[in-house]
């Protein structure tokens, strides 16, 4: 038996595709990033190892720790995969998207007007329906995600069995199973987080459906006010719910006409048509859509909102 | 209404508030029901459990023995004072070969080059005796004990045991009328308080945040670790038989730690109870799956993240002081250096509370930086005293292999046991550090509270030194 090992100049056609081939070509950045073809924010409840599946993407050390509420700031990281320069952004955990604290202030309104083009949703996997609550407002904003099940090892050592397929499909994001303090299952993450921040793959995210009819009946009809004043948002249905919360930050967004111009963004957004030029120019360091970037996400590395 | 017209923000919101009153107040209620139903089922459909729980659950036989009302707070007193008892006598060995290292092999092959390339002696005396002899000093004082320190609390924190620690505290600061997740940002501050100021965003109230942000100073943080060690390990220590110094010093550092704690609960509970009246918040707190710390990588990040952070900004702080100390020791005015004017101007005072004039000037110069107080200390207390014999001079440092030639300095300079005690003291209570305050400054966005948080414990500590003091002579009179 012979083991014939080819140049790289050499590797067979399929292998390009292979999510392992393109893990070979993950650069971590760190911080320097300068321009960015795509941005992925990271969320997820407490504790469940978002700063770890961070440092394992960028190659930072962002302090990890087994407390929840260690990370209280946004942090910024960049790696380059598949021939497009990602930033990726920590946020900090949070159990729930509606409430008024400054943690989820922070994460709710990043993944709203920060329009990152993915969300990955880092769950702990012993712990999927407590998670899940989060899971599903995410999905209620920005229908760009994936979730990642994380903390698989302590799932099985628990002897957990967990049918991430059905889950997926329950869920209409790609899901995928990880241990990110052993590095398992990052190949499949990268690549997932890839194909939906490019277009390649489309999520159909589940909405939430248990409401009592009244609020349903509620909920429609401001929705439906709300499409036709912006048609091109992708979660006026999730503007409608925070309205009928009271929610101040969305009510001036309205107002200001922030909300228009989301709206506006989505809509000239071809999701399909960004696959390819994404690998073809790359590597020219084009950033593709900086014009289009809210002021504030260009900050760099540990940025701090402190309190108003 | 039709679905012609378009809408304008004003008329949604209109809507808006109209709608939310037909829903009624149970809006959140049931939204938030709706979504606990949908992500039951869903995780109900995906994962399958195993038929029999495990009969022994590791995990759980943990958390019930270290949240345990009986156990908990012993456990918690005994794996603290294992850590400190650790990193005192692990570290005195390998401080003494860096100090034979840097100083007694390195200075004087430096020495011997400056005079060999003829730099005047102002230069040499204020490169080498002022700049490099303290930053060699801060590296062999204070590298051996944090490299220890450092990964020993950075594995408890990742195996799990900072919110069990939470957990068991959380009774005590809610008597205290303050917020329970105070126990986590205090916990951070006892790494760095400016880290833990700006931990407490984790707190929803302001009120309870105002709280937690003035009381995490009292949290002895990386710079002041290492004068407290030093301090317990050649005061206490020596008076205790050999086999029970460490033992002993490690006990003095744990009081020290202790008190921290229970001088954050005190003023907790009276800014609760006077300027910062308040119900106190319920809040839920997760107490995570033990994890099994990943050893290596623990170190790796603790010695690089922590231990190297802390001695960079003590070198970069000690470098510019121990050349300020050279100068002020070197110019003189009216026939006395400056230091010395310094000195005996505060010499009344600090003997008043149990200190000394060099502490105090220490502590001035040490405002951006805790953690050069102790060499700080050491170079003035030679000047003052006019020491001969260790070094070349006024203002330079000199050898010290063993803990042993500082007390014999320190003794020299007139030191007792009460100022050691005092000192130990002063250090936990004292006005924080330069970077704090201005992160306090940015957290709360107000000088007013800025200025309380910086002077509180300023005032504090000069007040419980005082009365130390006077208690302590009034005893020894006796």
Known sequence: MTVRIDPPSATAEGCASCSMANLATLRKLGITMDDWDYVAALAGNPNVGKSTVFNALTGLRQHTGNWPGKTVARAEGGFQYAGSRYKIVDLPGTYSLLSTSLDEEIARNFILFGRP???????????????????????EITDRAVVCLNLMDEARRLKLTIDERRLARDLGVPVVPTAARQGEGLPLLLQMIDEVATGKTICRPRRIQSEPPALKAAVAHLTEQITHAFPGLPNARWIALRLLDGDERMAEALRTGELAELGQVSAGDGRGDGAESASSDADSGEPKRPAERPARSQGRSLQVESLR | MSATTTFTPEQILKTAEALRWQVGGAFHESLMEALYTDAAQIADRAVARPDKPPRFDLDRTLDRLVTSRTWGFPLMLLLLAVVFWITITGANVPSGLLAQLLIDTILPFLKAGAAAIGLPWWLSGFLLDGVYLATAWVVSVMLPPMAIFFPLFTLLEDFGYLPRVAFNLDNLFRRAGA?????????????????????????????????????????????????????????????????????????????????????????????????????????????????????????????????????????????????????????????????????????????????????????????????????????????????????????????????????????????????????????????????TIYTIYRETGSKRWTAVAALLPLAMGFIVTFFVAQFWRLIASL
């Open chain 2, 179 to 435: 917020h329970g997740k105070q126990a986590l940002t205090m916990s951070m501050g006892f790494g760095c308080n400016a880290a833990g100021v700006v931990a407490t965003r984790i707190i929803d109230s302001p009120r309870e945040r105002l709280i937690a942000i003035i009381t995490n100073n009292f949290s002895l943080c990386n710079g002041r670790w290492p004068t407290q060690i030093l301090i317990a390990s050649i005061f206490l220590g020596a008076l205790a038989p050999a086999y029970l110094a460490g033992l002993i010093s490690a006990l003095g550092v744990l009081i020290i730690a202790l008190l921290g704690v229970f001088l954050a609960f005190a003023v907790s509970w009276g800014l609760s109870h006077t300027v910062l009246r308040g119900e106190v918040s319920t809040f839920h707190l997760e107490l995570p799956p033990y994890r099994p710390p990943r050893i290596w990588q623990t170190i790796y990040t603790s010695v690089i993240d922590r231990t190297l952070i802390v001695l960079w900004r003590a070198v970069v702080f000690a470098a510019p002081a121990g050349a300020i100390i050279w100068l002020s020791a070197n110019l003189t005015i009216a026939g006395a250096s400056i230091a010395e004017h310094l000195i005996n101007f505060l010499n009344p005072f600090g003997l008043l509370i149990g200190l000394n004039g060099v502490i105090l000037v220490a502590y001035i110069v040490a405002i951006p930086a805790n953690e050069i107080v102790i060499p700080t200390v050491l170079m003035l207390t030679v000047l003052a005293t006019g020491m001969t014999g260790v070094g070349a001079g006024a203002g330079v440092m000199f050898e010290l292999d063993s803990a042993g030639d500082v007390l014999a300095v320190l003794r020299g300079g007139g030191w007792t046991l009460l100022t050691a005690v005092n000192l130990m003291l002063f250090s936990l209570i004292h006005n924080p550090c330069s970077t």
């Open chain 1, 117 to 139: 083009d993915v969300t990955v949703v880092v769950v702990d996997a012993t712990r999927l329906e407590r998670n899940l609550n989060l899971v599903l407002q995410v999905l």
